[in-house]
């Protein structure tokens, strides 16, 4: 991301820092390599196990500090994977298993330190085998949009439908996103694949528009995308071929995806908002965004994320969540869209703290675009329409 969003010299200086970094946490008989890109490794002899953790930490915080790169403050968090060579046989593998407890590490979230045990072995397979079919399903063209109503609450009337990625898989049918978007964005697949899925989304919103002219299609975009120097001119294009205003599409981020590198995304969230896009924060509640960035970010949108809405009325600790991300919300001037809706009551429950938007079971599934497109002629009765699904 520094080589694209700044230069390959800036890319080299950061390298090096870590490298000087890293040489000067351990002693000087401890090994430091840079094995690939930003991976590096460091091979510590004589280790009690016990103290493991208090080298990952130092190790980390020293890495997180920010150094200074042409003129930027660069901080970057690292994800550390732990092997002991009592289990490996052979060098080969200790550097297999390291790698294995670093993609574990990844998946739990990054700025943690992981160490290998057997079970992520197995994981590892699994991954490479779904990658693997990931690559073939794109070349078979196995990914279909399934699209979800987002509701007015009040009045029950259809005023978006986000686009949710299926794989339509030869042996397991159709899987839903959460099965395969994580392996997919570890692989960088995701990018080809969201290329799929904005061409379809913004496609379909043509089809819809002459009839539903004031719809808006909402679009879930990976972190990989939001980094690619083309998602605004790719977006632009796309709604230019299709005849589509940029208002009538939202695109939705994570926290995590534009907080953790947040000198780069902004310039790109700020483009595509210039341009006219509408963008939403999903997840809200989930991540660690302060609310110094909420206020610095273009977003428009505020998704709270459907944990806390099932809590609604149950949790006083959810509760006060939702009370705030819409407190929150206003006073931004910022919409809030509630995720996850199961049961009637949270509709009443959202309304009466002044969330206006919601999506959820209770009113759709996600499904496919015909069937969608019943429901877009008329309001949802939104009470007892429940019975019937
Ligand atoms: P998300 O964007 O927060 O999407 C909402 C997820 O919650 C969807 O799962 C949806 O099917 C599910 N959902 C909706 N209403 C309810 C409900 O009432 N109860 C429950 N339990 N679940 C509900 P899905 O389709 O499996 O997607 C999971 C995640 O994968 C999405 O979370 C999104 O982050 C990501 N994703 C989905 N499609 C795409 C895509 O085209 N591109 C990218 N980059 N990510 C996608
Ligand atoms: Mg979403
Ligand atoms: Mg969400």
């Not at 090096?16 to 946490?25: A, F, I, K, P, Y």
């Amino acid at each position: 991301m520094i080589n694209d969003g700044l230069d390959f010299e800036a890319g080299n200086l950061f390298i090096r820092s870590v490298g000087d970094r890293l040489s000067q946490t351990v002693r000087a008989t401890d090994v430091v390599a840079r094995l690939q890109g930003d991976q590096f490794a460091v091979l510590i002899t004589d280790l009690d196990p016990a103290v493991v953790d208090v080298i990952s930490r130092r190790l980390a915080d020293e890495l997180a500090a920010a150094v200074d790169v042409s003129d930027l403050s660069i901080a970057r968090s690292v994800s550390i994977g732990v092997a002991h060579n009592s289990i490996s046989n052979s060098n080969q593998e200790l550097i297999n298993h390291a790698d294995a407890a670093l993609h574990e590490a990844k998946a739990r979230g990054k700025k943690r330190a992981v160490t290998f045990d057997a079970t992520m072995r197995s994981k590892v397979l699994q991954r490479f085998e779904m990658e693997l079919e990931l690559r073939r399903a794109l070349d078979n063209d196995e990914f279909v949009l399934h699209y979800q109503p987002e509701v007015d609450l009040e009045t029950g009337e259809v005023v978006a439908t986000e686009a949710l990625v299926r794989w339509n898989h030869p042996e397991r049918g159709l899987l839903s996103a959460g099965v395969f978007i994580e392996t997919a964005e570890q692989s960088g697949l995701v990018v080809e694949i969201g290329d799929f899925v904005l061409a379809q989304a913004i496609e379909q919103i043509s089809l819809w528009q002459h009839d539903h002219p004031d719809l808006e299609m909402w679009i879930n975009i990976s972190p990989a995308q939001l980094m690619s120097r083309d998602l605004v001119s790719q977006v632009g294009g796309l709604l230019n071929t299709h005849g589509v205003d940029a208002h009538r599409i939202c695109l939705e981020v994570t926290e995590h995806s534009v907080l953790d590198d947040i000198e780069f995304t902004r310039g790109s969230l700020e483009t595509l908002r210039n341009s006219g896009v509408k963008l939403a924060l999903d997840d809200f509640g989930t991540g660690y965004s302060s609310m110094k960035q909420l206020k610095n970010l273009p977003i428009t949108t505020l998704k709270i994320d459907m944990t806390f809405v099932a809590g609604l009325g149950i949790s006083e600790y959810d509760s006060a969540i939702v009370d705030a991300a819409i407190t929150l919300a206003d006073a931004f001037g910022l919409k809030t869209v509630a995720e996850g809706i199961e049961k009637p009551e949270q509709i009443g429950e959202l309304l009466r703290r002044g969330c206006h938007i919601g999506q959820g079971f209770y009113m759709a599934r996600p499904a496919a675009p015909e069937e969608i497109e019943q429901l877009l002629h008329q309001p949802m009765s939104l009470h007892g329409i429940g019975a019937s699904r």
